[in-house]
Each structure stands twice: as structure tokens, then as C-alpha cells.
């Protein structure tokens, strides 16, 4: 598959890399396992869902460092904007970090929050950054599956309460 449309071009061609697909999808795999296993073995809910938490922050983390990799490297960010995409991308990593430590099920609805925000902000970064055209459909989808899975892990952490 054609991935750069001119190799000295930063946008990349329409179709989503295979390779990139592998990745971004494959990474779900942990959130759809653990929260699947928290929801087949509520006796180790506690153990299932620390460890979907500490996932879930890695790869916000993660995520923040896109934006400080298209601080430095877009030639078409005005200082402004390049300035706000370095705040910005050690923002996840300031919310992620307490969801570790925070128990029940306020700490997946942080990272919810975090994960939602952060595609918000992807939203206003991909023209000016020149991002290839199949990266906020990508995003949106693993943001949406990630999100799914945090969301029933707050709900059953909620369930676990009562």
C-alpha cells in the first residue's frame, strides 16, 4: 500500500497503512480482553479492572506524545498552535496518572473523560498538522472502542458496590 504521496511530502495518502491498522486495532485487544474478563470472572473483578485501568493510561499517555511529535515536526503550525500542541501533550499523561491510583469506578471514567478530550483536541490539530486524512476516523473508532470498554468497567465497579 501507498503510504506518502510525495516523498518529501508530511501528508500521507488516503488509504490506512495495513500496518497501522494492525497496530491500532491489536491494541485494543487489551481493553476488550480485560474488560471482557472482568465481566466472566467477577471474582477477580478488582485484579481485571486495575489492570484495564493501568492500559487504559498507558495508552493516553501514549496518545499525549503524538501531539508533542507533531509539535516538533509539522512545518505548518503557526507558534501558537505548536506551543498549545506541546501543552497540550503532556495533559494525558496528568490525567492518567492519578486514574492509577484512584480506586473504583471513578478511575476508568477519568480516562473516558481524558480519551474524549483527547480526540476533541486531535479534531483541531489534524488540518493545521497536516495529518493524513485516515487518522481521525481511526482514532475516533479505537477512542470509541476504549472508551466502551472503561465505560463497563465503571459500571461494573458499580454494580461490585451494590
Not at 501507498?2 to 495495513?18: E, G, N, V
Not at 468497567?153 to 458496590?161: I, T, V
Given at each position: 500500500?501507498?503510504?506518502?504521496?510525495?516523498?518529501?511530502?508530511?501528508?500521507?495518502?488516503?488509504a490506512l497503512?495495513r500496518?497501522?491498522?494492525?497496530?491500532?486495532?491489536?491494541?485494543?485487544?487489551?481493553?476488550?480482553g480485560l474488560?471482557?474478563?472482568?465481566?466472566?470472572?467477577?471474582?477477580?473483578?478488582?485484579?481485571?479492572s486495575?489492570?484495564?485501568?493501568?492500559?487504559?493510561?498507558?495508552?493516553?499517555?501514549?496518545?499525549?506524545?503524538?501531539?508533542?511529535?507533531?509539535?516538533?515536526s509539522a512545518?505548518?503550525?503557526d507558534?501558537?498552535?505548536?506551543?498549545?500542541?506541546?501543552?497540550?501533550?503532556?495533559?494525558?499523561?496528568?490525567?492518567?496518572?492519578?486514574?492509577?491510583?484512584?480506586?473504583?469506578?471513578?478511575?476508568?471514567?477519568?480516562?473516558?473523560?481524558?480519551?474524549v478530550?483527547?480526540?476533541?483536541?486531535?479534531?483541531?490539530?489534524?488540518?493545521?498538522?497536516?495529518?493524513?486524512?485516515?487518522?481521525?476516523?481511526?482514532?475516533?473508532?479505537?477512542?470509541?472502542?476504549?472508551?466502551?470498554?472503561?465505560?463497563l468497567?465503571a459500571?461494573?465497579?458499580?454494580?461490585?458496590?451494590?
Amino acid at each position: 500500500m501507498t503510504t506518502l504521496t510525495h516523498p518529501d511530502s508530511p501528508s500521507l495518502a488516503q488509504a490506512l497503512p495495513r500496518h497501522v491498522a494492525w497496530l491500532g486495532y491489536g491494541g485494543l485487544l487489551p481493553f476488550v480482553g480485560l474488560a471482557a474478563l472482568a465481566g466472566f470472572d467477577p471474582h477477580h473483578l478488582l485484579a481485571w479492572s486495575d489492570a484495564l485501568v493501568g492500559y487504559g493510561a498507558v495508552i493516553l499517555s501514549f496518545i499525549g506524545a503524538l501531539h508533542w511529535g507533531v509539535a516538533m515536526s509539522a512545518p505548518g503550525l503557526d507558534p501558537a498552535r505548536r506551543r498549545r500542541a506541546f501543552v497540550w501533550s503532556v495533559v494525558p499523561a496528568l490525567l492518567a496518572w492519578p486514574a492509577t491510583v484512584l480506586a473504583g469506578s471513578i478511575a476508568p471514567l477519568i480516562l473516558v473523560f481524558g480519551f474524549v478530550v483527547h480526540f476533541v483536541m486531535d479534531k483541531m490539530l489534524v488540518g493545521p498538522a497536516g495529518l493524513p486524512a485516515w487518522y481521525l476516523p481511526l482514532r475516533l473508532r479505537l477512542t470509541l472502542v476504549a472508551c466502551l470498554c472503561l465505560l463497563l468497567n465503571a459500571w461494573q465497579g458499580l454494580s461490585l458496590l451494590s
